[in-house]
């Protein structure tokens, strides 16, 4: 097998979903996204871990993820996060898949289509409180939630809408998460008001688990705390960290659940002023070891990591110098070390001394879901831990 792999700690997931669990009441819900691919992780088993770890619900972000999870033999609800086009919505039907819907025709169309194949599915609103992605504004809320129970082949079964900066702890930023919940609340209310059961209310990303305990209601949403990070930069970080020890009494230690590893291929011993890599952007200034590694930006180690990414060997920290290349990169040993060919070397994931992808986020000035999502097809997942 490829010397190039993530290995994907499947103990590490259950506990970041154990420590969750401490942080939410025993009946509100979790659903646990694990849309694009389990943010890089492997969704049919990152999936079937959540279940077995007390997952009720799975969110995914395509119908084609959906199927790819039901083919798999998972029967857990699974509710899809973007808007289907219509002619996915015969896949809906027949694989089970809870869409969130918002507008009109697409209800219409849903519902009709439905009512034919002479099912009943059930459907969660999605309200737009601020994101301004998708969802009908809160004030219509009542008004859609009233078409969708006019519907033969539809049930509502939730109600939702998502937060734009609950992850930040900037005055701005909570005023403007608490007018969402505001509004969210509006948007409830209206529904109840016309007699209708609005079902599983949920809001809670990531930043709303950890910081807004009041916006949990039935059920909650966490992504990227269940693959072991924070939401948000890495500054923002060690704010909620120590905004979580002030209340908590201690900072909600997360594990990675990705650790992508490789091996050293070869070591040579190269002279001082020798160029390491394309457009020689670094030259030896004594004589030195150089390992290449067959990882590159193919692979997901996107070429500005280069020159501050630094990875772990025996234990060790040694710089990626030169380049990184579409499929290989080269680290500097220096002459005083014991690195063998063949040794593995950690780029990034939990160990103590090895960095995470929270700090090649930090050098890409990007936030860890990008990492982890980076990482390739081609770097096979190896399943561990459960
Ligand atoms: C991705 C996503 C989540 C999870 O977000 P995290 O920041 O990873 O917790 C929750 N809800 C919706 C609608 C999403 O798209």
Excluded at 3 to 16: E, F, P, S
Excluded at 26 to 46: D, E, F, M, Q, S
Excluded at 267 to 279: A, Q, T
Aim: net charge neutral; hydrophobic share 40%; aromatic share 6%.
């Amino acid at each position: 097998m490829r010397a190039t792999q993530a290995h994907i700690h499947l103990d590490n997931l259950r506990y970041n979903i154990e420590v969750i669990r401490k942080f939410v009441s025993p009946k509100v819900k979790l659903c646990i996204p694990v849309k694009a691919n389990a943010y890089g992780h492997g969704a049919t088993r990152v999936a079937i871990a959540a279940i077995k770890s007390g997952a009720d619900f799975l969110a995914v972000a395509s119908v084609s993820e959906g199927i790819e999870l039901r083919e798999s033999g998972i029967v857990s609800p699974i509710l899809s996060l973007s808007l289907p086009t219509p002619d996915e919505i015969p896949s809906i039907i027949v694989h089970s898949i809870t869409p969130l819907v918002f507008d009109k025709d697409f209800i219409i169309e849903l519902g009709q289509t439905a009512e034919k194949m002479h099912r009943t599915i059930p459907v969660h609103l999605k309200i737009d409180t601020g994101m301004g992605r998708l969802g009908c504004s809160y004030r219509d809320a009542a008004e859609i939630a009233k078409l969708i129970t006019s519907q033969k082949g539809l049930f509502l079964e939730g109600i939702c809408t998502h937060f734009a900066t609950s992850d930040s702890l900037e005055e701005d930023d909570i005023a403007y998460t608490k007018q969402q919940f505001t509004n969210f609340k509006t948007a409830i209310e209206s529904i109840k008001k016309c007699k209708i059961d609005p079902g599983i209310i949920h809001c809670a990303n990531s930043g709303a688990v950890l910081l807004y305990p009041e916006t949990h209601f039935d059920m909650v949403r966490p992504g990227i705390i269940v693959y072991g990070y924070y939401p948000d930069a890495a500054s923002e970080n060690e704010r909620i960290q120590k905004h979580l020890e002030e209340k908590k009494g201690c900072p909600i230690p997360l594990k990675p659940v990705m650790e992508v590893v490789t091996q050293v291929v070869s070591i040579k011993r190269i002279s001082k002023g020798d160029s390491i890599s394309y457009g020689r952007t670094w030259t030896a200034e004594e004589d030195t070891d150089i390992a290449t590694l067959p990882v590159g930006y193919a692979d997901g180690l996107f070429r500005h990591l280069s020159p501050e990414l630094k990875v772990m060997i025996k234990g060790k920290l040694y710089p990626v110098v030169g380049r990184i290349c579409m499929d290989q990169c080269m680290v500097n040993l220096g002459t005083n070390h014991d690195v063998q060919r063949w040794d593995t070397v950690t780029i990034f994931g939990p160990q103590e001394n090895s960095p995470d992808a929270a700090d090649l986020a930090k050098i890409l000035q990007t936030i860890p879901y990008e990492i982890t999502c980076g990482i390739n097809k081609r770097v096979p997942r190896i399943f561990t831990g459960l």
